[in-house]
């Protein structure tokens, strides 16, 4: 056979292979390139199924290649620039082509010296010929191999790519490349697949293979595979298996571990047992030999009286007969009872020998401290020789075997009693045991045997705490109480001490409460010195600790041991233990520093640490946490105010902070002679430090009412006071009048006047009008001034005061202030233009809500705003934004919305044009602080009612009030309305009207429903619907801009894929039909929106509609050499088009997110400021 033929053979076949490939796996696109080029290159044979298959009307609709054929031409301007970008296009994919040349020069040199070697094995003729027939042969098990897996069609991709680029099919492995999207072709992975001109060696191992081998081996490959799982599976279960091993083996270890404990805890008790078997064992001796030493006692009394009885008369005898009776009888009981303590004793260490090994550890503890206490007294019983000292001996013994026995019980307040009982007990029981008997060697033996008892329980107690459940060691406190108080050693009771304060890790609230009741019982009894010496080093130890719980008992102590201490100790070493819990890090610790300062300051005996104390105090006011301020505001300002009597000081240092806090802020702008200029950019320490003061002057402000009670300087007055009724104030107008005629002196009422409210105003000239926050604390401070001193003072001095400061000069009233701070009230009043600027800004505001608004009856402000709103006073004629600033900050409180509702209707029902759009702008700030109610009952009728009015400047100021109202509401009701009044604007069909109504629901895109969206949409494309045949460019301009930022704010929503398809889409294509007027930024922004919305088909519509009228070949000189590039475009997008309804999926919506399409179309500021609108106005 003729090799030539021999080879097209062999290419036809893998040319079908190839198309095969691109049609079963869904690459339409390359196919349809590859049809092009098949038949460019006269190869009409090998192009006929795919001929075909492009011609199915079942899968390319008729009526779909008709509507791109109706789409008008391009003109020649958008094909050159789309030449331009084709060249740019082609001059990257000449570099790329380069370089894969090269890597085909370089594969083609390893391939000829691959033939070289194997030149005999070129395939037969008879091969080729009977081609056909064994496709059909094997075609059969084809289909048997299952779907493709992931790892084939990796490898079999980068084989057709390789193939194509061989073959000579470029622009066909470029569309295949950019169509396998999930694959970068140019980076085939290393494998077994992975060799040169792959797709014909797969071609030859196919041909050269058997049905039976290929199935063999693939049936190798599968049950390979179900391997590979099931080792994966073992070694999964072999892996869940050691885990398991390891788990046992800790819980072995562990519990070997615990066997071992349990061991060396027995052997710890049996030498326990065995110790206190020998202490019975001396006790009893020593009991024989006390029982002896009394026999020869009486054997020896008996002798003596005999002696005595023979020289004495029998009168005389009487009494050692009586007295011999009484001792005899003293005896007995003191036999009788020491053999029932004994017996007792027997009967104790017995149990105990019992319970040993079945007990828990903190119960074998208690029950040792028991039983060794128990034997202590008995030691003190046995050796009293006398029978009222016995008896005392075992009412001690019984209380404080009561007391031990209380403690296994779980109820706290009789373990409150229980300390306190063992705290009263210990006075007497201590006089027992050194109470001076007949016989000197008897007391001290008593005295000895109570130090070893307390020895006894010190050395046992730091033992036995560890084993103690720890929601149970405080009922160790008796014991701990009573060892440190009366332990001789100074170093024992620093360590019991210690035990005390750590005798919990971490004790919750309930857990101080009882430790610190303990400190509390065991301070009164130690006294002062012991106190400072042993109780308050515990608080230097422990001020550091890493645990916050502990840190806290020590602020605990600070204000409750203070008592317990000398005077002098409180304002040194405790203040100073204060000082550093003070600066403390943890909020808890510091809010308990501020609670304990309060505790501690009544308690100082002089005043010589009150500027220690004030610093603290401001120190604890600036604290970043907001529970330290309120503990501090709350309890500890009271305190101070009360104990150093210097609140004129602390308000001076106030005002001086809060100002210079201001004053530290840089300005908004550093141009001088504007209002910016004067104006603070305020951080966020310097906002909390301020907001922080002005709640520490609304904290000050009864302390100010009632020093200025106590301090007037009118006396008929002062003895009137009693005889005031509650409803009316102290400060009358008689006696303000009477005050500024008088020549005396008042300065804590001429503080509020003359430092506090000009500081006040001086403050807010500094704050913008994002400050309201800060205004509204102001405002509260004066509502509250007006509240405690009254109306009389209200109008008499308060409003003159804001008058003069807001510039309204000639309304202020100042007969009632003293002549001699006159001239500081009038210095108030603005001077400059920038000055009266600011103080329309910042002041008014505060006129109107703190000051006009405190009064009873809303007449006032409502008669202010009315002068202000018709122009009535002087200085409001050129301040309109700024009276609405005004107005938008009364509008912030909902007790004045009644009030600008009336106003509102005043001004709609008035016929001048000016105010029925000042009720338009009234409504706009309104609008975001009320709720739904208001909105449909006050709101839209009054808009409804503007809307409606005769004048077009009125109907269309009403249309921005139309927007915000659907920017802050979703209501199906208002947005209703609104859709209906919106029509109602647009049938009359002005430029004016339809850019208001189209900017004024823009604005609500973010934040409306998706019902409100849609009919936006719709006004859109009809409005892009229908042609403007205006010959001004400017209103065509304005038109078309409005109606792309419209579109790029939907964009950056979801809106539903009907709403898409109806009305995006086809917006989107008017306004780009209207190419004159479309700024460049938004062309470019709807034609990305258009192509991630609806495909790819719009990338090149304008070479589509080229390609179906023939200009392509028509064209071809405007792109030379890339002609057949422009044609291989057109059937692209033609292809595209037809099957996009068929490749579109919900995956490229879902991954085009909103904030992608916000950030893409740079449309973010320009809603931020849109939203701005309201505020700026």
Not at 371 to 382: E, W
Not at 392 to 409: A, H, L, P, Q, R
Not at 501 to 527: H, T, W, Y
Not at 891 to 911: P, R
Request: hydrophobic content about 40%.
């Amino acid at each position: 056979m003729n090799p030539s033929r021999s080879m097209n053979v062999e290419r036809s076949s893998l040319c079908n292979c190839v198309v095969n490939f691109l049609l079963e796996e869904g690459y339409t696109l390359a196919a349809f390139e590859l049809l092009h080029e098949l038949l460019e290159d006269g190869r009409d044979d090998q192009a006929i199924r795919l001929r075909e298959y492009f011609s199915d009307h079942a899968l390319f609709p008729s009526d779909q290649i008709a509507r791109f054929n109706s789409i008008r031409a391009a003109d020649p301007q958008t094909l050159l620039e789309e030449k331009q970008i084709l060249e740019e296009k082609l001059a990257v994919t000449e570099y790329e082509l380069r370089l894969v040349q090269e890597d085909v020069t370089r594969l083609k040199s390893d391939l000829e010296k691959i033939s070289e070697a194997r030149a005999d094995e070129s395939p037969d003729a008879s091969i080729a010929n009977g081609l056909k027939n064994l496709l059909e042969k094997k075609g059969s098990n084809f289909f048997s191999l299952g779907p493709l897996k992931d790892a084939e069609r990796r490898d079999l991709n980068c084989a057709v790519k390789e193939y194509l680029l061989f073959a000579g099919y470029r622009l066909t492995a470029m569309t295949f490349i950019e169509e396998v999207t999930d694959q970068n072709l140019d980076v085939w992975p290393k494998n077994s697949a992975c060799v040169n001109d792959a797709l014909r060696r797969y071609y030859y191992q196919y041909l050269s293979s058997t049905t039976e081998a290929a199935e063999e081996k693939m049936f190798l490959i599968q049950e390979n595979e179900s391997q590979m799982k099931e080792n994966m599976t073992l070694k999964m279960e072999l892996g869940s298996f050691l885990k398991i091993k390891e788990l046992a083996d800790s819980q072995i270890a562990s519990l070997s571990k615990y066997l071992e404990t349990a061991q060396k805890d027995l052997k710890e008790r049996d030498l326990l047992v065995q110790a206190l078997k020998q202490s019975l064992e001396l006790q009893r001796k020593e009991l024989n030999e006390c029982r002896a030493e009394i026999t020869s006692l009486k054997m020896h009394i008996e002798g003596s009286r005999a002696s005595r009885g023979l020289n004495t008369g029998k009168m005389e005898a009487t009494p050692p007969l009586c007295i011999d009776r009484k001792e005899e009888t003293r005896s007995q009981h003191m036999e009788t009872e020491t053999t029932k303590l004994t017996l007792v004793r027997e009967e104790n260490l017995k149990s105990l020998v019992s319970q040993v090994d079945d007990s828990q550890p903190e119960e074998n503890a208690l029950h040792l401290v028991s039983k060794t206490l128990s034997a202590s007294h008995f030691k003190n019983t046995i050796v009293i020789n006398d029978g009222l000292e016995c008896n005392k001996s075992k009412i001690s013994t019984t209380t404080s075997e009561g007391s031990f026995v209380s403690c296994n019980g779980n109820n706290d307040q009789d373990r409150e009693n229980n300390i306190e009982h063992i705290a009263q007990s210990t006075v007497p029981e201590d006089s027992s045991l050194t109470h001076k008997t007949d016989s000197p060697t008897s007391g001290t033996t008593t005295d000895k045997m109570g130090l070893e008892t307390v020895q006894i329980v010190s050395d046992a107690l730091p033992k036995i705490v560890p084993y103690v459940l720890i929601n149970h060691r405080e009922e160790l406190l008796p014991l701990i109480m009573c060892a440190i108080e009366r332990h001789p050693d100074g170093n024992v009771r620093d360590s019991l001490t210690h035990t005390l304060f750590n005798l919990i890790k971490r004790p919750d609230e309930q857990q101080r409460k009882i430790i610190m009741d303990a400190c509390v019982s065991l301070a009164k009894n130690v006294g002062q010195m012991r106190t400072e010496t042993e109780l308050l080093p515990q608080c230097w130890e422990q001020i550091n600790h890493v645990y916050e719980e502990r840190r806290l008992l020590v602020a605990q102590s600070c204000g409750e041991l203070a008592e317990f201490v000398r005077p002098e100790i409180r304002d040194s070493l405790i203040l100073s233990i204060v000082h550093q819990l003070v600066e403390d890090s943890a909020t808890v610790v510091r809010e308990a520093a501020a609670h304990n300062l309060a505790m501690l300051l009544p308690l100082f005996p002089n005043m010589d640490k009150y500027f220690k104390v004030e610093e603290l105090l401001f120190q604890l006011v600036c604290d970043p946490s907001g529970v330290v301020v309120n503990a501090t505001l709350k309890e500890l300002l009271p305190v101070v105010i009360n104990w150093g009597g210097k609140m004129d000081h602390v308000l001076r240092v106030l005002l001086s902070h809060m100002l210079g806090a201001a004053k530290r802020c840089p300005p908004i702008s550093g141009v001088q002679d504007i209002v910016d200029s004067h104006l603070r950019v305020l951080g966020e320490n310097e906002r909390w430090s301020i907001d922080v003061f002005l709640r520490m002057i609304m904290e000050l402000l009864p302390f100010i009412h009632q020093r200025c009670i106590e301090t007037c300087p009118i006396t008929f007055t002062t003895k009137s006071i009693s005889t005031l009724d509650e409803n009316r104030s102290f400060f009358s107008s008689s006696l303000l009048q009477s005050y500024a005629k008088s020549n005396l002196e008042w300065p804590a009422f001429d503080w509020i006047y003359i430092d506090c409210f000009p500081d006040l105003i001086q403050l807010t000239c500094f704050l913008s009008h994002k400050e309201d926050n800060l205004r509204s604390q102001i405002t509260k401070i004066l509502l509250t001034v007006a509240k405690l001193f009254g109306d009389d003072y209200l109008s008499i001095i308060m409003l003159p005061i804001f008058l003069v400061s807001v510039g309204d000069y000639e309304n202020a009233d100042l007969t009632y202030f003293p002549v001699s701070f006159l001239p500081r009230v009038k210095g108030l009043q603005p001077k400059s233009p920038v000055e009266k600027k600011i103080s329309t800004t910042c002041v008014l505001p505060l006129l109107l809500s703190g000051i006009l608004g405190a009064f009873r009856n809303d007449e006032r402000v409502l008669a202010y705003l009315r002068k202000l709103l018709r122009k009535e006073i002087p200085w409001s004629v050129n301040c309109s934004a700024e009276i609405m600033g005004a107005v938008r900050f009364i509008c912030t409180f909902e007790e004045h919305h009644g009030t600008v509702f009336q106003l509102i209707w005043e001004l709609v029902a008035c016929s001048e044009e000016s105010l029925k759009t000042a009720a338009a702008s009234l409504l706009i700030l309104l609008v975001p602080y009320v709720d739904v109610k208001l909105a449909s009952t006050h709101v839209l009728p009054a808009l409804v009612t503007l809307g409606s009015d005769q004048n077009l400047n009125v109907r269309y100021a009403s249309i921005d009030a139309f927007g915000v109202v659907a920017q802050h509401f979703k209501n199906d009701v208002i947005v209703d309305k609104i859709r209906i009044q919106m029509d109602a604007f647009l049938e009359d069909g002005s430029h004016e009207a339809i850019i208001s109504v189209i900017r004024s629901l823009v604005t609500a895109v973010p934040h409306t429903t998706g019902k409100l969206r849609e009919y936006i949409l719709s006004i859109i494309f009809q409005l892009t619907s229908v042609p403007s045949h205006g010959n001004d460019v400017t209103r065509r301009r304005d038109r078309t801009n409005v109606f792309c930022e419209a579109i790029r704010a939907l964009d950056a929503t979801d809106l539903p894929s009907t709403s898409v398809r109806d009305f995006l889409v086809p917006a989107i294509q008017n306004l780009l039909k209207d190419h004159d007027n479309l700024d460049p930024a938004h062309k470019e922004a709807l034609e990305i929106i258009m192509k991630e919305r609806s495909g790819r088909a719009f990338e090149s519509i304008s070479k589509v509609m080229g390609a179906h009228l023939g200009i392509a070949s028509s064209m071809t000189s405007f792109f030379g050499d890339s002609a057949p590039r422009v044609k291989k475009e057109a059937a692209e997008i033609n292809d595209s088009s037809i099957t996009s309804p068929l490749q579109q999926s919900p995956h490229s919506q879902q991954d085009d997110t909103r904030f992608r399409r916000i950030m893409r179309g740079g449309f973010g500021e320009m809603l931020r400021g849109k939203a701005k609108g309201p505020d700026d106005t």
